[in-house]
Structures are given as C-alpha cells and as structure tokens.
C-alpha cells in the first residue's frame, strides 16, 4: 500500500471507471487501465464542493489520485467520520490545498464510502473490485471451534433489564459473562417486559458478539429478537472478511441449520451484512445476492437487503445511509428488476408506515393497488408491523387486520401478525390465544394452519412440540402431530 501528498504534480482531467456490468465492466476496466493496465492511476478532482466523479470502480492494487481544483482545501478519509474506522489506512491524513494531489493504493476489496474531513457531508464512493469467485487467499471461516463457558444468567430486576436495551457497556459486560445465546434471550425478555421490539437491539449485541468471540458467535446467538443478534454478527462478519469467499461462507455457516425456517434467518442474515459492506448500495447488495446458489438462498438473502435498507440496524451510524427511501410508498419495489419485487414488499410496508405517520389503513390502501404475490407479501408485511406494534394484544391486533376491506388480504394480514407472534419458542402459547379470538372460520382455520406450520419449523424437540400440538382443538391438534 501507498500514501503520498504530491504538489508538484498538475492537475488532470479526471477518468471515469464507473459503474457496468459485464461486458462493459471489462471494457471501462480496460479504458480506465490504459497501457498501465491496473497498475494505472484512477482520478477523482475535488471541486465546486464534491468529488467528481463521486463513483468510480477500480480492481484491487490501483491507486485512485485525489485532486484539489477547488478555491479551498480538502481531505479526503474513509467513514465514519470522525474517526475513519471502516477502512482507516484510507485516509490523506492532512488537508489538501488547491492545486495539490494525494494518492492511494488500495488493497482492498470492498465499497469505500469516504468524505471531506473537513465537511463530511461532501461524499463519494470507490468500489474495489477482487476478482471473481472464491479467493483462495481468504482464510476458512471457522465455526466448529468449541464455544466458550458462560456463567448460567440470573433473572433479571426490571431496572436491569431496561437498562440493557440502551447502555452498552452493560450489554457489552453481560456479554462476557453469559454469553451472546443467553443475552439475546434476555433482550427479548426485556423488550416484551417494555413493549418493544428487541430486533434493532440484538442487532447491536450481534455486533459485540462477532468482534468478542469471531465466528463462534454465529453458532452461539439465538434467533430471538427476531434473529437479530444473527444478523448483527454477519453484519460484522462481512465488515472483517468482505465478499471475496462469499459463497463459501455462506456455506459453512448456512448449511447446518436444522430446517428451512433457520436456513432461511441465517441467508436473511447475509443480506443485512451485505448492504452494511456495499455501504447501502442497494443494487449492489441484490447483485450479490445472486451468487448465492439456488433460488431460496438467494430470496433469502434479498429479504435481508430490502429489510435493511426499510428498517436497518445500521441507518444513521457508521456512515450508512440509504438513498433507496422516499415519499412514495412504492419505492424502491418498483424500481428493481421482477426477480427482486416480492422480497422489497415484504419489508416495505414498515417504510409505508412512517410515510403513512402509523395509519394502518394508509398501509392497505397502499398494498390493495397490487396484484398477485407482490400484493400477498405486502399484506403478510402489514401484519408482521400489525404483530410488532400489539404482541400479546391478539384483539387490538385482529382489529388492525379488520380494517383490511378484502377477506383474502385481511387474512394474509392476519397471517402475518400471528407469525410475528410465533417467532421463536416463547410465542407458542401468544400464538394459541390469537387464533383462537378469531371469530371468522376461514381467518381462524387459516390462522390455526400458519401456527402449526410454524410448530414444525421451531419446536425442533419432540416435547415442545408435542405440548403444543395437544394444546390446540381438533382436527389442528391431529394434523399437529402428524408425522
């Protein structure tokens, strides 16, 4: 790697290796190489206040040549401001003055949003490039290694468990000594004890958790909270090793999961980790997606990229922010290509939900202009927010749903919100009481459907699950126990 401040050199026009795919990609590769190939240097000129051009892609080993043709100075750093964390060799260190250069060698692979340290709203962004398929210089990821001890956690005193819903340094010290499957536990516990949903929180936890115990913590979270702690360590995960074994790591930590539901949450996982690397490029994120293999895991992991970009644990920090949100309660569904459209619904309607200032029947009216399976997930989403705002309140939650003119899409609302309840085991009993405070046959069968559906995917031990199969009325308790 080098850094250097040059003030003798004149300055140039700058080349443009911005963004392509394919074919074209090779070819502005090649045009932004020159006979220099990709030891050749790449310039962004610093005037009338930004960067130009404020996206370029290089290949790893080039180094990008940053020129001040404006009236004042310039410094150029890697987020977050102010202390340039993500990638902090990437920075010149001191300001630059009009007419001066400062150039840098990246050895990274990555997406590199970077600012003026001098005014940080002035941004731009280097994607790295390192090269296709797996890189054999990436090191296993290892998972198999023998988990920490961890000291059996107490209840928790309300004050307690308030507490580490917004002190860190709690968190982080309850952490070490219980570990991140016992804590996740407790933020659930906690966020139900506060009427809140924990998943922003286990996010957090999963973000110590990775940088305490590695890869160990992918094993050791659990899926309370939404999974959220799960995806706050491969958040983190993908911020240490980046994308260059993607398929690979998807693998190793993806393929023991015991059902498709957990399979799912973990490949969900990668899409959140994949927007916090690409800096909240969504386009980005989605095209890596499709490396993964086959169908559902790629589904999957858009599911992750659309939920982050509606609702992520990351928005406001570490310099992510979104460009992919606005006024229209469509966006950006209906922007991305087909394959992509049913994911973004799925996680859309929490968006709708501010734009709509929390009415619930802006939110349909806003589902109800759809068609097909697009129209289905937004109505599932509405109701997964319907569960989120009112768990344990089955009759304020079905009389959100009530305000769903369309049987068929109050019943997808109502599926949605007795699958936020049944997220993980300690919803059973929650989910029991929603189905059956349904009046409507149809909405209650299909309720009773979706639970022991959900049983399946959850209660993995005999016992749970034949507890909660004899728990319900026949014939759901027969088709329960079905084999």
Known sequence: MTRHLDTASPLRLPRFCGYAAGWAALLLAASCGGEGGVDSDVTVTFRSGAFDPARIEIRAGQTVRFENASG??????????PTHEIYPEFDSRRAIRSGESWAFEFDRAGYWRYHDHLDPSRTGLVV??????????????????????????????????AALLVDDSLLHDFLATYGPGQLVAALADAGARAGIDCHQRAHVLGHHAYRSFGAVALATAGHECHSGAYHGAIEAMFRER???????????????????????????????????WTSYELHDALDLCDRLDGDPDRQSCFSGVFMENAVGGLQGSMGHTTAYLSDDPHFPCNVVGDAYVSACYFYQTSHML??????????AA????????????????????????TRHQPERSISLCASVAAPHDRRDCLVGAVQDYFWDAGGADASVAFCRALDDALEARSCFETIVERAREILVEAAPRSEFCRSLDPPHRTRCEAP
Request: aromatic content about 6%.
């Open 72 to 81: 004042g100075a310039v410094r150029p750093a890697s987020h977050i401001h």
């Open 128 to 161: 790295v490039l390192g090269g296709d398929g797996v890189d054999e210089a990436v090191p296993p990821l290892r998972t198999a290694a023998e988990p920490p001890v961890f000291e059996p956690m107490p209840p928790l005193e309300d004050a307690v468990a």
């Open 354 to 363: 501010g734009i709509f200032r929390g009415d619930f029947e802006g939110v």
């Open 366 to 389: 806003a589902c109800a202009t759809l068609a097909d399976f697009p129209r289905t997930l937004c109505f599932q989403s509405m109701g997964r927010d319907v569960g989120g705002q």
């Open 242 to 276: 980046g994308t260059r074994a993607l398929e690979r790591d998807v693998r190793v930590i993806c393929d023991a999961m015991s059902n498709r539901f957990f399979r799912h949450q973990c490949v969900h996982g990668v899409g959140h980790g994949l927007m916090a």
